[in-house]
Structure formats: C-alpha cells, structure tokens
C-alpha cells in the first residue's frame, strides 16, 4: 500500500526553520514504521536523519513521535497506526532534548540524568568469594518491571512535567533507581536519598500516566514513581524529618 | 584531533564493556562505539549464559568443554574450550556480583536451564547449565557492565565510527575514527587496542542481527593485512520470524517448545534422536531446510522462504508468560499471535560468525606464527577459537563474558611493561582519502541501496544453510561485481552532521569485504563440516581438513591458509545425538 510520511525536518547546520518533507512509500501493512523510513534514505534521499539499530524493539534508538505518540519506529507496524490515523503518518523527533538533526536528538542530558541516580549495585555485604548472592524469587521479582527500560527516552518525551521544569529528572531516570533501590542485594533507598528526595527529583511528577502510556517495554513507571514516593515518605516520617519536595 | 590513551577499546558490547572494566583498572581507558552503547546487539541475546554452576542438574565445567567442542564439529581448539567453561564460572559469578539480575532457583540461587547441545556426562542427557535472566539475559549483562563503566568512569566516545587500524609492522598503535555528530577524524593513539566490534550478520537477507553489525573490525583488519580465521563458518539460528529473522530463542525449545512441519510432525525425531529440538543449532536449521526442499514446509512449495512451526502452546500461559515474556510480545506486536495459544512460524536466520580476527585465549591477535603487539580482539569478532565449526547456544555469551574479561585483564598488565607507540602525522591520511573521494561524487552516482540487497540475496542463495562449489562459485564473481559497483555509488548528503549515507557506504563496504571472504573459504574447504554444509562434499573430512582456515585479503583477492587445531584432549569422532 502507498503510505505518506510526513517527517519533521530539519538541520542546525543549515540555517532553516524545522519544516515537513512527504515522502511516498510503497509499504506492507506488517512493515515497520522504521522499514519506511530505511526505504526513504536508501533510495529517495539520503540526507534524511534517524536512528536505528537492533529494528525489534531491544535498542531503544529509534524512540520518535508518531502521530503524536512516542513510539518505536520498529516496534509500530503500519497496520497499527494506519487503520486508525488514515495514510498520512506524522513522524517528529523526540521532545525535551535537542533536535541534532531531522529525528534524531541529543540523549546527552538525558543520559546525565540516568547516570545521576547511580544507576549501579552498591551492594549491602560480598558474598562468599565464588559464590552468588543469595535471593529469594520473590525478592528478585520486586524489581523485575524495572530492569525491562531500554533508555529509549519515550517517557521522557511524553512527560508534561518536563514541559514546565526542564530539571526534573524525568521517569526514566527514576525507574532506574528504582531498580536498584528494589533489589535486595543493594543498599537500596539510603544510598539514592539525596537524588530522588530532591526537589527536582521523585516529587515534581503529577501522576499524569503519560510515561506509562508511551512506555514500549510497558512498565507501569508512574506507579514506581509512587511506590517510591512513599517508600520516601516513610523514611522521612521515621526520622522524624520532612521529605525535601520544595 | 589526536587522543592519547593506554588502551582503546572499539566497540562498546558485552566483551568491549567487559575488557574495558577490567582494562581500566590500571590503564586509562576510553570506549569508542558507533553506537551508545546500551543499543549494542549484545543486549538483544535472550536465552542465557552457559556456566556448569550446578545450581539445578549436577554439572562439570568439562562436560561443558566437551559440549562445545563435539558441537563445533572437532574445529574447537580443546585447550581453550577448556578455559571457556571453567572461565564462565567465575564469570558468571562476577556478573551476578556486580548485579546483573539472574532469575533465581527456589533456593535464592542462580537459575538455570537447558539449551541445545549441552549435555551432561559427555552427551548422556540434556543438562540444566543456561544461566538465565528471563528472556533478556544480553540485556541485563550489557545493562550491568555498562552501569560498572560509569561507575568506573570509563571514558566513552559514542557515536565514532571506526575506519582504520593503525599498524608498523606488527605493533599496533591505535585507530582512526570518524565521528558521526561532525564528520571530523579522530586519531586514538593507544599502547592497546582491542577490537570487539560484534557480528556481520547484516551480509544476509534474513537476519537476527541489528542494522550495526556489519563486521567493521574483521574487515578493517583484514584490509590491513590482518587474516581472518574460519570465515566460512556462519551459523543460521533454527527459528527465526518468518521473513523478519527476528529471533525467537532457543530457549523455547529449552522450555519444552517442539517444531513441526506442515503435517504436525515432530521432524527432529528423524534427525536427532536424543536430543531431539535441542541438537546443535546447525543440525536442526539443516533439517528445517530439508523438510523444506522435500515439500513439508507450512506452504509446501520448497522455495528457501518457505518455513515450519515452533509449538509452545502445549507449554501453558503461565509458563509463556514468566519464562519467555519477550517471544510472546514480539509474536505479538510482529505476528499478531500469541504463542500460547497457536504455534510460531519460523526459518533459519543468520546469526553467528564462528570465524573471525584470529587471536589467542587472552585476546591477543596472532596469525599462523606471529603475535600482533598492542592489539587485542574478543566477542563475536573474534576467533579464539572456541566455537569451531557451529556455536552452542548460550556460548557467544560465554565467550564475550570470559574472553573479554581476560582480554582486559591481560590488557591491564601490558599496558603497564611498555611505552606509548610511535605514530606519523599521516596515520589518518588514508581514511580521510578514501571518504574525500566519497564526498567528490555528492549526486553523481547511484544509491548503495541496491546493492546491499543484492548482496543480501547472493549471500542468502548461494552461501546460506546448504551451500556447493557452483553456488560459491557463483557468489564470489557476484561479490567481486558488486564491490566494483560500490565504486560509483554516490552520496546525496553534503553535509557534515551525521552523514548517515557515508557511514553507510563504509558498512556496506566492510559487509561486502566479509561476503567475499565468506564464500571464498567456503569454496575452497571441500568437506561438510558444522555449519559449512556443501551439497556436493556431504561428509566431514578430518584427514583433509580438521584445520582452521585463514584468509588474507588484498584488493578483491584472497590468499588461503591454514593453521592446525588444538585436538589435545578428545580425539574426533562422528557427530550423533
């Protein structure tokens, strides 16, 4: 079937407004969104910038918005959007972070941010030299939802908080505290108190769902937001202290 | 611009992250990746990690060596296969250490499970040694030694994409990259540089493997005068997605998964009596591809793209939904079925280079006599070789895990006994030449488009699961024409900031490489043997050819040779499960 992408274009490099190119594609309907946009720069024109790697869903490189939605352009077939949003499909880059070029953004402060809730085991005790640490399946189903993010920026993107408070560090960000501070091997909150009780931490989120309506590796986030949020809370209340959310 | 470090990592996946870890804790230490890291193809390996734990079924890291030496086809150096499977222990150990997040036993330990040609007891029964994280174990490894990185502070170059080696003689000296967001060259100038830039597997049409395996460091090297070793060895997973290649794991199978033909029969009974789905990869996509010529496909039509079913849906919801979560939201989203409920369709799909730069069991690059100073490889680039003729299922994480960790250590040590190497002010001359030509012909020549899938098609038909003198014949003429053609293709992009045509045209050109010294070891190698399957030779040949091959390559010429194998443990013998 002929399809319409209608792509977002543009180059810092050449002194133009963003503006929209259509480019026909001659498409299967269980081809991939990103299969069109291979199509377009392998023989219509090459100048066209995007990001891709493992086209399944695993990379997360290819997050974009898609008629208006983040998605991945290789986890959306064109059956998905076609059949309810007509044959025009509307592609722009990610929002809060920098355009580089057509659909590609800067991920750096994005992944400043992941790096800034350390984002790595800080164990609580060694184990026995050769030997695994010990944990119960139940414990290690605890943050199991959280090890699933691929960093594909789709949350980050969506969330409306980061419209109003650029500093917020964002639901990805969280989530991969989160699976850390779940997991019973690590020191867990304690060790991640100063980044997520933190006024531009855990506490900027309204609950707006949008990060877990986006979310392609479905991850209920907002829920992990709130989980911690009182996880916070209880600790604060505890010591007999106030949590820092201003 | 010109970098100066201890060591150079190229390539940011498991056994690049792996050797840069250990690496930096003496050297200093810097990753250059042509993509982020976390999107590397290691994150996209499912099934597991192959380490005789013992947690579930008693095991013996030597049955494991003996697994991966019968099922690479006797090709396996034992020496090495030996170090693979007592090293994957202590790898698995550290990993865990480190938290990657291995699902767990009732007992809180690691869990394990089984997977095609490991076997207990040298070949006795199936045995449950794949240690596992759901169906996203690569993802959590490359999740888990990224997050030790910047723990580290590894320093990361992302987004570089690597187009010359550096050599006098045989000491290497670094590398020279072009960097994608600005179109400038870098010069790395490093006492160590290890190479673990991943997989070719994009030389064929349907193929697990992402858009960024395209084998740039076999190919950079081979260009250098560096052989390769055992190229034509390339493994076809059994199940892939029909038509997408998208992988389905073997850990379906390893979970009670059976595949059938057209009539619902359970075919592997005929092929593999004991082990049944879970015989070694090559076994089974050889008889996926027979069942196809001789009419029992889905279709019935014995074309190539026909395929069969894979069955999980005896296996129960429960079961499909905690122990392979992803499969069924990829059957999902691809196929719009759930595996629970109706069987999968699927076909061979590229997926594993056995061959690749040769190198000792510390990363150390060496051809038939001479060790290259200062460069290392590790990971699926490499060949050490312990995969041989056809890999076991789990054991590409094994060699990434335990190579790129000794690779890194042994870089830690070299680093500290010598000095930083000389190089001249011309050392990025040739790859600035070669991407100034590219830049000279901006719209005035045809799209490389075409002819990527042309090679894709010849790679597929003629060098695939079944392969014979004809059909290589046949590739390697097409090959040479297709690299002739690579001459006129043309950039339509003038700009600097992310010229995606040119990174392109660089990858075609490495993928085009690695095609022609694919098919022309296979044609000179005149016996079956692992996943080198000739219809016209059916028989494996050891008086002939229990050896490795090495091919060096100059222009669109190669030169043949050979080195022995390490055969000290277990003597050859036929291959039966």
Redesign the interface.
């Known amino acids: 079937m002929n399809v319409k992408l209608e792509i977002l274009r543009q180059?810092?490099?050449?002194a133009e407004a963003p503006h929209r190119v259509t480019y026909d594609v001659e498409v299967d309907q269980?081809d991939r969104v990103l299969d069109g946009l291979i199509q377009v720069?392998?023989?219509v024109?090459?100048?066209?910038?995007?990001?891709?790697?493992?086209?399944?869903?695993?990379?997360?490189?290819d997050a974009m918005r898609i008629n208006g939605k983040e998605r991945l352009a290789c986890?959306t077939?064109f059956r998905d959007v076609v059949e309810t949003d007509g044959d025009v499909v509307s592609l722009e880059p990610l929002a809060h972070l920098p355009v580089?070029?057509d659909l590609?953004v800067d991920?750096e402060p994005f992944?400043e941010k992941f790096?800034s809730v350390?984002?790595?085991?800080i164990?609580k005790t060694?184990?026995e030299a050769?030997?695994?640490?010990?944990?119960?399946?139940e414990?290690?189903e605890l943050?199991?939802e959280a090890?699933?993010c691929?960093?594909c920026a789709a949350c980050y993107s969506a969330c409306p908080i980061l419209d109003k408070n650029p500093d917020f560090i964002g639901p990805a960000a969280i989530v991969q505290a989160v699976r850390?501070t779940r997991?019973s091997?690590?020191q867990g909150l304690e060790a991640r108190l100063d980044e997520l009780d933190d006024p531009n931490g855990l506490w900027p989120c309204e609950s707006k769902f949008e990060c877990t309506r986006v979310c392609p590796r479905e991850i209920k986030i907002t829920k992990l937001i709130n989980l911690t949020k009182r996880q916070v809370k209880k600790y604060r209340e505890e010591r007999g202290e106030e949590p820092n959310d201003r | 611009m010109l970098h100066e470090f201890d060591s150079v990592i190229v390539g940011g996946g498991g056994a690049g992250l792996y050797a840069a870890l250990e690496a930096s804790r003496t050297a200093n230490t810097a990753v250059i990746s042509k993509l982020y890291p976390m999107r590397s193809h290691t994150g996209a390996a499912q099934g597991g990690i192959g380490a005789a734990l013992g947690n579930v079924d008693t095991d013996d890291p030597v049955w494991h060596a003996f697994d991966t030496v019968k099922g690479g086809d006797y090709l396996v150096d034992q020496t090495a296969a030996k170090i693979l499977a007592e090293g994957a222990v202590q790898a698995v150990y550290d990993l865990e250490n480190r938290g990657l997040p291995f699902s767990r036993t009732p007992e809180g330990r690691i869990a394990q499970r089984r997977f095609g040609g490991h076997t207990r007891n040298f070949g006795e029964a199936a045995v449950k040694r794949s240690c596992y994280a759901a169906d996203r174990t690569g993802h959590m490894i490359l999740q888990t030694l990224y997050q030790q990185c910047i723990r580290n502070k590894v320093e990361f170059y992302d987004e570089f994409h690597v187009v010359d080696v550096i050599l006098e003689g045989h000491r290497c000296a670094g590398v020279v990259a072009f960097e994608l967001a600005t179109g400038e060259f870098h010069v790395f100038r490093a006492k160590a540089t290890l190479f673990a830039t991943g997989g070719f597997g994009r030389m064929y049409r349907v193929t697990s493997n992402a858009h960024a395996n395209t084998g740039d460091g076999p190919a950079v090297l081979a260009r250098a005068g560096v052989p390769l070793e055992d190229m034509e060895f390339y493994q076809f997973h059994p199940t892939g997605i029909r038509g997408m290649g998208i992988l389905i794991t073997e850990g379906v199978r390893g979970e009670g998964g059976v595949l059938k033909n057209r009539h619902g029969e359970r075919f592997m009974e005929r092929y593999a009596p004991t082990l049944l789905d879970l015989a070694p990869r090559d076994m089974v996509s050889r008889a996926i591809m027979t069942e196809i010529s001789e009419g029992r496909g889905a279709r019935g039509d014995r074309r190539i793209d026909d395929y069969v079913y894979l069955d999980a849906t005896h296996l129960g919801r429960e079961t499909v939904e905690t122990k392979i979560p992803d499969i069924q939201d990829f059957c999902k989203t691809y196929l719009a079925l759930d595996p629970a409920e109706q069987p999968m369709p699927v076909q061979p799909t590229a997926h594993y280079g056995m061959g690749g730069i040769p190198t000792d069991v510390d990363g150390r690059v060496e051809s038939s006599t001479e060790v290259y100073e200062g460069l290392y490889a590790a990971g699926e680039c490499a060949c050490v070789s312990v995969h041989g003729a056809n890999r076991l299922g789990t054991n590409s994480l094994v060699d990434l895990i335990v190579f790129g960790r000794r690779a890194g250590q042994h870089i830690a040590e070299y680093v500290r006994g010598t000095d930083m190497p000389v190089i001249s002010e011309s050392a990025a001359d040739g790859a600035r030449k070669r991407i100034a030509r590219l830049r000279e012909r901006t719209g005035k020549g045809e799209f490389p488009g075409p002819l990527y899938e042309k090679m894709q098609e010849v790679m597929m038909s003629d060098v695939g699961v079944y392969r014979d003198a004809e059909s290589m014949r046949r590739a390697v003429d097409r090959l040479r024409e297709l690299r002739t053609r690579l001459g006129d293709v043309a950039v339509q992009d003038e700009g600097q900031r992310f010229n995606a045509e040119i990174l392109g045209i660089l990858e075609l050109e490495n993928l085009l490489d690695l095609s022609l010294v694919t098919a022309a070891t296979g044609l000179h190698r005149t016996e079956s043997r692992g996943a080198h399957s000739r219809r016209d030779f059916p028989e494996r040949s050891d008086d002939e050819w229990l050896k490795h091959s090495l091919a060096w390559m100059t222009g669109d010429q190669i030169e043949l040779g050979e080195k022995g194998v390490d055969v000290s443990i277990w003597q050859p013998k036929p291959r039966t499960y």
């Open positions: 180059n810092p490099d050449i269980t720069t392998q023989n024109d090459g100048s066209l910038g995007f990001r891709k790697s493992c086209a399944h869903g695993i990379c997360g490189s986890r077939l580089q070029k590609m991920q992944f790096r350390k984002p790595y085991l164990p060694q184990p050769g030997q695994e640490f010990l944990q119960s399946e414990e290690r943050f199991d090890t699933k691929i960093n850390f997991d091997r690590d």
